[in-house]
């Protein structure tokens, strides 16, 4: 049993090693973490050390990294938001495919190749690699920038575009007549998919995650999410659609849901690690060998695609009113081909459009050129200015990004939302309990489930963006946790918090607290305060002793921060109020 687990776990170890040494390393280098992955991949695959012997079951498994990540992406376009980029996605996107196409197979042409396999070469360099492109832009911040929404648009047509493409080569391969004859069924059969995803989305996801959510069980939300995402991208295969696209759409239909920020950071590491491993995954697959015995053909197809592509990206960029900078910028990030070329020169071979040696060399071409796109974007940067951003590019694509987040929705948190509300500010919630946001829902309020405790939730619910953070927890330890979190972590951000009593206070203020109330004392002073009017003071006495009154607590609270006092919570004097106003003192009692 131990040795079957070692050799199981020797090729794990080997590739968490490989990348924890390279990716710190290139890094340093200031080369990228894409291509250490690709470095490691080519030192432990067969042309390297050969650790490994068959990199395509592992790029396989890795493939879910991109699937996870347009999930992801999926998360973040809510409906109407990917409505306001179909001019990108149809328009933008499907110029720059079609222009390309035809610009690769002329160049494909013009160096001997035959028209089929001109096409073929074409048609997969065009679609650019949305892992390489994903991890730049997520590196470089620019994910959520309006030039990062439309590099995102570009992607989402390639890869629309997977599927036409497929079903062109099987029309053009000898037994295309049995092919289209089935077109048709195919056609009904993904659309009968999509209709299930969408129904799966809009009417079960929510009540099944309430449910998990309610178990307190967080092994089981990951889980949840999980099979979320592998089965809508198992969906969308089985009914001849890429994965990758069933991922995003069901990220679309997930978009709204309470339970958002939980299914995004339950995904997060799995998709990083993925992601990563298919970087490992594709510097396997290069053949050194069949690089240096065919090295002239490679390297002029491959300088010969990476220009060609890169002037039709330039040119539909600045016909769509980019800027210079802009279209240079993309041109750089998109010249390389992807991981659906590897896709579409397998079908091309098994409908014999292709042969072995072709698709092998072609297979190279690509995997150089995603291996030299860190070293073309490193180029780019150092001979091109940077743009100033302006407050169009650099505006957020996420719409619950709000300057207010609010972490508890309870009695305390509802009243404290009001004023924000009616005043028109952007208000983002947060609570743990389901039964909590379903209520919420029924009275228009929308509240996503998250643990404010945990710092990857507060990413995912926009606290880098805040201006004011309000922790209206009725947990002590939990809210003073949030406390020193949100402080150490946003320090740009007002942390406001409720406070259980004195004892709580103190504490609150200690871990960085800008405001804390105790959630009593407001509404005890005013009833005091009606109280004395009772008893025949006119409301000008009464506002003013409670005044003093509170005037007091806050003078004797600072006094108590400042010399580290800290009372007894379990004394049930600590209650009580600061000493009387009245010159007549029947008893000294504790500082409350």
Excluded at 6 to 14: A, C, D, E, N, Y
Excluded at 356 to 362: E, H, N, S, V
Excluded at 438 to 467: E, N, P
Excluded at 485 to 504: I, T
Aim: hydrophobic share 55%; glycine share 10%.
């Amino acid at each position: 049993m131990s040795s079957e687990v070692s050799q199981t776990l020797g090729p794990i170890v080997t590739l968490l090693g490989a990348a924890v040494v390279a990716v710190p390393l290139f890094r340093k280098l200031g080369l990228g973490s894409v291509l250490a992955y690709f470095a490691a991949g080519l030192l432990v695959g067969p042309s390297g050390v050969a650790l490994f012997t068959d990199p395509q079951a592992i790029l396989h498994v890795s493939e879910l990294g991109v699937v996870m990540f347009l999930f992801i992406i999926g998360l973040e376009m809510r409906p109407q938001r990917l409505w306001s980029l179909r001019r990108d996605i149809f328009g933008l996107g499907l110029a720059q495919v079609l222009l390309c196409t035809a610009l690769l197979g002329g160049l494909g042409l013009l160096l001997g190749l035959s028209p089929l396999v001109a096409f073929v070469g074409a048609a997969g360099f065009v679609l650019s690699s949305t892992a390489v492109v994903a991890q730049v832009l997520n590196e470089r911040g620019e994910t959520h920038t309006v030039a990062g929404q439309q590099a995102v648009s570009i992607l989402l047509l390639e890869d629309l575009a997977v599927v036409p493409l497929l079903i062109l080569v099987a029309f053009l391969a000898p037994d295309h007549v049995a092919a289209a004859g089935s077109g048709w069924k195919s056609l009904g059969v993904a659309l009968a998919a999509v209709g299930l995803l969408y129904a799966a989305g809009r009417w079960v996801i929510n009540p099944v995650f309430a449910l998990l959510a309610a178990s307190r069980a967080r092994e089981v939300l990951t889980a949840g999410a999980l099979l979320v995402v592998l089965g809508a991208a198992l969906l969308m295969e089985a009914a001849g659609l890429s994965m990758a696209m069933g991922a995003f759409m069901a990220g679309v239909l997930l978009s709204g849901s309470s339970y958002r920020h939980q299914i995004e950071v339950d995904i997060e590491p799995f998709k990083g690690i993925l992601l990563g491993l298919f970087f490992l995954a594709v510097g396997m697959s290069l053949d050194l060998a069949l690089v240096v015995q065919q090295w002239t053909f490679i390297g002029v197809v491959l300088l010969g695609y990476m220009a060609v592509k890169a002037v039709g990206i330039y040119t539909v960029a600045r016909l769509f009113g980019s800027n210079r900078l802009t279209a240079v910028s993309r041109m750089t990030l998109f010249a390389q081909g992807g991981e659906f070329a590897f896709v579409l020169f397998a079908a091309a071979q098994t409908q014999g459009l292709i042969d072995a040696p072709t698709q092998a060399l072609l297979s190279a071409v690509i995997i150089l050129s995603m291996a030299l796109t860190p070293l073309v974007l490193i180029l780019a940067k150092h001979l091109i200015p940077a743009e100033s951003p302006s407050m169009h590019d650099t505006e957020a694509a996420l719409d619950l990004k709000g300057k207010v987040l609010l972490i508890g929705f309870g009695r305390f948190g509802q009243i404290a939302s009001q004023g924000l509300l009616a005043q028109g500010f952007e208000v983002s919630t947060i609570d743990n309990n389901p039964d909590r946001i379903r209520d919420a829902a029924r009275f228009g309020y929308k509240v996503y489930y998250g643990d404010g405790a945990r710092l990857d939730i507060l990413h995912a619910s926009g606290a880098q963006h805040a201006q004011v953070i309000m922790v209206c927890v009725d947990d002590r330890d939990a809210c003073k946790h949030i406390v020193s979190l949100a402080k150490s972590e946003f320090p740009h951000a007002a942390v406001l918090a409720r406070a259980y009593d004195r004892y709580h206070a103190i504490e609150l203020i200690q871990a960085g607290a800008d405001v804390q109330l105790r959630e009593t004392l407001e509404s005890a002073l005013s009833l005091g305060c009606a109280a004395l009017e009772r008893l025949g003071l006119d409301s000008i006495e009464a506002r003013e002793v409670i005044d003093n009154i509170r005037l007091r607590d806050q003078e004797r609270l600072t006094i108590q921060v400042c010399e580290g006092i800290k009372p007894d919570p379990n004394h049930a004097s600590q209650t009580l109020t600061p000493e009387p106003l009245s010159p007549v003192r029947s008893a000294e009692h504790p500082v409350s």
